[in-house]
């Protein structure tokens, strides 16, 4: 677990802001659930994914309940929906931090923060389109070109389960051809053994039966329609039959949004699908649900390697020095921050010379000075810490003046050429 820090904590916000607007602006809505759930709603994601049998932050609280920490949102969204009930569509977004006990490395930590958004209620794969689309804006908006859209489909639940035995009975007719590891995986989720990144499987895998010949028609046409409206959208992706993600709820469409300058074992940036089953496995009614979630901290990573969405300091426009006690500093800085301005200060009476050094390295726009002559004629010497010559103005000015510097009007610009 990290601490961001400055000026890294401003991107975050303002990462998490950007998500806000491309998502308010086609009606989903901020949902805020807690960090804490019983646990009995994670282990309905599944019980053979390793989020829930590995990696949880779960314990019993003082109240004898036995509780987790959230290591994903999905799960209490769809939780949140079977206890509030509310009116269908529910077009919902989230960002928050997640816990998972995982083995730490670049771009995998064990509190790590995600947005995302769930559209519960609707069966139209014209949803599946705009909440794929949703995610592919956002990554357009932070200025990411390299990010690839994976999609597949895992068919209707019972074309899945046909599938899964298949996949099963192919898997162990290869024996001790497939790794070790691979064999326990198989036994709890024949799907995951498609993810096997392991050399010795990989003949196997590619060999190994594919999705689409079991899809029924109705789910052939649903995907068929999905990847209709990405094509319409302009949107570019590669279908992978071996795609299956890793919570185990997820049925018909799924997706990931891979970053293009990642490692493969951390190159998934966000992903979804479609989870109609999981309201109703929560005791609620049996509701059609899409979503996905996104890695702030992978993603961000993403941002570094190519060089987009920076982080950025804060810029301040003014630094008041105040050399006749502090008082008038508290009154000008107060003033400036009213008037829509960035303004810091130097405490502790220090000399002048200590304060025009916290000055210059605080980057901002200019030093406000007031000494005693300033103090007699109520105005303030403005020095910009950058090219320019220092002036005397009114105090009465000050907000305006700063103003004009920060955003010089055009006409302006115009009558001093
Ligand atoms: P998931 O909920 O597993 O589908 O993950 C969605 C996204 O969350 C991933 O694509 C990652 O970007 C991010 N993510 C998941 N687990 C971690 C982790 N341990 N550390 C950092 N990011 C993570």
Not at 128 to 140: H, Q
Not at 229 to 246: C, E, Q, T
Request: proline residues 5%; negative net charge; hydrophobic residues 40%.
């Amino acid at each position: 677990m990290r601490d961001i820090l400055p000026p890294e904590s401003g991107r975050w916000r303002r990462f998490t802001s950007a998500f806000a607007d491309v998502v308010e602006a086609a009606g989903y809505e901020q949902l805020v659930p807690p960090l804490l759930e019983d646990v009995g709603v994670f282990t309905r994601i599944g019980e053979a994914t390793d989020v829930v049998t590995k990696e949880m932050y779960d314990f019993v609280d003082s109240g004898n309940r036995h509780v987790a920490l959230r290591p994903e949102l999905t799960a209490s969204v769809c939780r949140s929906f079977a206890q509030h009930r509310p009116t269908l569509p529910w077009k919902v977004f989230y960002s928050g931090s997640m816990f998972r006990y995982e083995r730490p490395q670049r771009g995998r930590y064990r509190q790590f923060d995600q947005v995302g958004l769930e559209a519960l209620g609707v069966d139209d794969p014209m949803l599946d389109v705009e909440v794929i689309a949703l995610g592919w804006e956002f990554y357009r908006r932070l200025g990411l070109q390299q990010v690839r859209l994976i999609v597949n489909s895992l068919g209707e639940p019972t074309d899945r389960a046909r599938y899964v035995e298949a996949l099963r009975t192919y898997f162990e007719a290869a024996g001790d051809a497939l790794s070790e590891q691979s064999r326990a995986t198989l036994e709890k989720n024949p799907l995951r053994v498609l993810d096997s990144k392991r050399e010795g499987d990989q003949a196997l895998v590619a060999a190994a039966p594919q999705i689409a010949d079991y899809y029924s028609v109705e789910a052939a046409e649903h995907f068929a329609q999905v990847t209709a409206g990405l094509d319409a959208l302009g949107i570019a992706y590669v279908i992978d039959p071996k795609l299956v993600r890793g919570l185990d709820y997820y049925r018909r469409t799924i997706f990931e949004f891979q970053g293009g300058t990642l490692d493969s074992a951390q190159n998934a940036l966000g992903g979804g699908g479609r989870y109609d089953g999981l309201v109703e496995a929560l005791g609620g009614p049996s509701t059609p649900g899409i979503g996905f979630a996104l890695g702030v901290d992978r993603t961000l990573l993403a941002c570094d390697d190519e060089g987009c969405f920076a982080a950025e300091p804060v810029v301040l426009d003014a630094f008041v020095v105040d050399v006749v006690g502090g008082l008038e500093a508290a009154k000008i800085t107060a003033e400036l921050r009213a008037g829509g301005l960035t303004a810091d200060r130097a405490f502790d009476q220090r000399s002048m010379k200590a304060q025009m050094k916290l000055a210059n390295r605080s980057g901002a726009q200019s030093a406000i000075i007031v000494g005693d002559s300033e103090l007699d004629s109520d105005t303030v010497t403005v020095k910009p810490l950058g090219p320019g010559e220092q002036f005397v103005v009114a105090r009465t000015e000050l907000v305006d003046v700063l103003t004009e510097r920060r955003n010089p009007s055009p006409n302006r610009k115009l009558e001093t050429q």
